[in-house]
């Protein structure tokens, strides 16, 4: 499975953006695929995972409420909306997915890794 991020660059805060994972090599209708984010300094954390068999979401205490996963199975391809961005939202987001549906563990890393997308927030 290859993945691809995309959608990051310069938000101001308060600001929203439409991050993209696409997916090539598998279909994703059974996987589960997160979204995680690495800011300078910092360890790398989860944001959010969906399981695209059912649709079951998980979300990071950090991101509930301002952040919406989703899948699109006929496009192969799983979004994350964030809204209201904060600077603290500042990192590299990585997309990643499992071949089976989210655990409750997801927040610990999945086995297939895209590379990153750059996320700024900054006036």
């Known amino acids: 499975v290859q993945l691809q991020a995309s959608g990051g660059g310069l938000v101001q805060p308060g600001g929203s953006l439409r991050l993209s994972c696409a997916a090539s090599?598998?279909?994703?209708?059974?996987?589960?695929v997160g979204w995680f984010r690495q800011a300078p300094g910092k360890q790398r954390g989860g944001v959010a995972c969906i399981s695209l068999s059912s649709g079951e979401t998980f979300y990071a205490r950090s991101v509930k409420g301002r952040a919406t996963i989703s899948g699109d199975k006929a496009k192969n391809t799983v979004y994350l909306e964030m809204m209201n961005l904060k600077p603290e939202d500042t990192a590299t987001y990585y997309c990643?997915?499992?071949?089976?549906?989210?655990?409750?563990?997801?927040?610990?890393?999945?086995?297939?890794w895209g590379k990153g997308t750059l996320v700024t927030v900054s006036s």
């Open positions: 990643a997915s499992d071949p089976y549906p989210c655990t409750g563990n997801w927040y610990l890393g999945l086995d297939h």
């Open positions: 090599g598998v279909k994703l209708d059974y996987y589960g």
